[in-house]
């Protein structure tokens, strides 16, 4: 599954299930959950090296995680795609009946979190002066790696850019869009204004502090810390990213109603068509 590098361990770690599963649009979801432990392995030792025991701990502490998320939580995600595919075979779905879903998809992220939140302390204090060094570092480039892509050119290149990534992931679950849905996506896309530009330097201050955290890796009050940054994600990214984010989640609210409703029977065929393979996906799945 291809995906692009998360600015940390700890996201990494705590996000990775969440998106490979429901999110990503991986072409196999089975392999993508037998190998998400894994995956976070290689990702993270793309930003630090671990030594053997630091690599044993992470893999004890996955395999622990994944065997909780998929007898807890995967009967959960088949219950919520039932109802996704229930509404979706009644007809076009509304603006309310969207919003329940897009909440229901987010309801499942807290209880994934405190799950995996232990497995990012235990990592992250187990990091030695050196390797935080190498963090920073990975981290900066990475930034620097993503600035450069996603602000290549003008605001309208960087508007069109944006158009072309939202237009790719809606087609996972519309199939292929047509010319007013198109339309609709570009619209979107320009009336976003500094969103992207936003986006990364909201980014950025959260990895800011992130690292001050990591100042106080051994102090008692460590856990806590790391816990306030990842449930108030949005507190360290700064006011401007909160206020980007609100009216951007009832932006994308609004589109995805209307791409819906400008879209055929295809569109809501191919829909109901995902939602049941995702469900058929879990189902297969076993703890083992």
Same mark, same amino acid.
């Given at each position: 599954?291809?995906?692009?590098?998360?600015?940390?361990?700890?996201?990494?770690?705590?996000?990775?299930?969440?998106?490979?599963?429901?999110?990503?649009?991986?072409?196999?979801?089975?392999? %993508? /959950?037998? /190998?998400?432990?894994?995956?976070?392995?290689?990702?993270?030792?793309?930003?630090?090296?671990?030594?053997?025991?630091?690599?044993?701990?992470?893999?004890?502490?996955?395999? %622990?995680?994944?065997?909780?998320?998929?007898?807890?939580?995967?009967?959960? /995600?088949? %219950?919520?795609?039932?109802?996704?595919?229930?509404?979706?075979?009644?007809?076009?779905?509304?603006?309310?009946?969207?919003?329940?879903?897009?909440?229901?998809?987010?309801?499942?992220?807290?209880?994934?979190?405190?799950?995996?939140?232990?497995?990012?302390?235990?990592?992250? *204090?187990?990091?030695?002066?050196?390797?935080?060094?190498?963090?920073?570092?990975?981290?900066?480039?990475?930034?620097?790696?993503?600035?450069?892509?996603?602000?290549?050119?003008?605001?309208?290149?960087?508007? *069109?850019?944006?158009?072309?990534?939202?237009?790719? &992931?809606?087609?996972?679950?519309?199939?292929?869009?047509?010319?007013?849905?198109?339309?609709?996506?570009?619209?979107?896309?320009?009336? &976003?204004?500094?969103?992207?530009?936003?986006?990364?330097?909201?980014?950025?201050?959260?990895?800011?502090?992130?690292?001050?955290?990591?100042?106080?890796?051994?102090?008692?009050?460590?856990?806590?810390?790391?816990?306030?940054?990842?449930?108030?994600?949005?507190?360290?990214?700064?006011?401007? /990213? *909160?206020?980007?984010?609100?009216?951007?989640?009832?932006?994308?609210?609004?589109?995805?109603?209307?791409?819906?409703? %400008?879209?055929?029977?295809?569109?809501?065929?191919?829909?109901?068509?995902?939602?049941?393979?995702?469900?058929?996906?879990?189902?297969?799945?076993?703890?083992?």
């Amino acid at each position: 599954m291809a995906g692009r590098r998360l600015s940390t361990l700890l996201r990494l770690v705590a996000i990775t299930l969440t998106a490979a599963l429901v999110l990503a649009g991986c072409s196999s979801t089975k392999m %993508a /959950y037998r /190998y998400a432990d894994w995956g976070v392995v290689w990702w993270v030792e793309d930003f630090v090296n671990l030594d053997r025991d630091q690599k044993r701990q992470l893999n004890q502490d996955l395999d %622990a995680l994944r065997q909780w998320h998929c007898s807890a939580e995967l009967p959960r /995600y088949s %219950a919520w795609l039932e109802e996704l595919e229930a509404d979706v075979a009644s007809g076009p779905p509304d603006v309310d009946t969207i919003t329940y879903h897009q909440q229901r998809l987010m309801g499942f992220v807290p209880d994934l979190l405190n799950k995996a939140l232990p497995v990012a302390v235990n990592l992250l *204090q187990s990091l030695s002066d050196e390797q935080v060094d190498e963090l920073v570092q990975n981290m900066v480039r990475d930034q620097e790696e993503l600035e450069q892509e996603m602000l290549a050119g003008d605001a309208d290149e960087t508007a *069109q850019a944006r158009a072309d990534r939202t237009a790719e &992931r809606v087609e996972r679950w519309l199939g292929d869009l047509n010319a007013e849905q198109q339309s609709l996506v570009q619209q979107w896309s320009s009336n &976003r204004g500094q969103q992207t530009e936003i986006w990364l330097q909201g980014r950025r201050n959260w990895q800011q502090a992130l690292l001050t955290t990591l100042d106080s890796r051994d102090q008692p009050g460590f856990a806590d810390s790391i816990k306030d940054l990842v449930v108030n994600s949005e507190q360290a990214r700064g006011p401007e /990213y *909160q206020a980007m984010m609100e009216e951007s989640q009832q932006a994308l609210t609004s589109l995805m109603h209307d791409l819906i409703q %400008a879209g055929d029977q295809q569109h809501q065929e191919h829909l109901q068509a995902r939602a049941d393979k995702l469900n058929r996906d879990f189902i297969a799945l076993t703890c083992s």
